[in-house]
């Protein structure tokens, strides 16, 4: 996976209420590739124990058992990426709720 392009943000003066708002969405945007990184991250993890990852590799898994402690090490990872997209499914919400990529202000 390629790396992201972070915008420079030196300064946040003179910014709108529509711009902040861009700016929150971005780092929505931003936190779910990373969250995509992790997720390919723990694929590849299974993979390479399983040896199919890179031609001819043979398995690292040695038996069942390794295969299960690598399988609730990646669950447990995919439980934390999904509760991480949780908040940003609130983060979402809030700033769709808050009224800034209105001209109006929330409760109009």
């Not at 971005?26 to 199919?52: D, F, R």
């Not at 999904?82 to 919400?93: A, D, G, S, V």
Request: zero cysteines.
């Amino acid at each position: 996976m390629s790396y992201p392009n972070i915008p420079d943000i030196n300064s946040f003066d003179g910014l709108d209420r529509e711009q902040v708002a861009l700016l929150l969405l971005a780092s929505i945007a931003l936190e779910e590739l990373s969250l995509a990184h992790i997720m390919n991250a723990e694929a590849e993890k299974l993979q390479y124990a399983l040896g199919t990852l890179l031609p001819g590799q043979t398995p690292i898994v040695g038996d069942f058992e390794d295969l299960l402690t690598i399988n609730r090490s990646v669950e447990r990872m995919l439980r934390t990426v999904i509760k991480k997209e949780m908040l940003l499914q609130f983060k979402l919400e809030d700033v769709i709720d808050s009224g800034l990529l209105e001209n109006n202000v929330p409760g109009d």
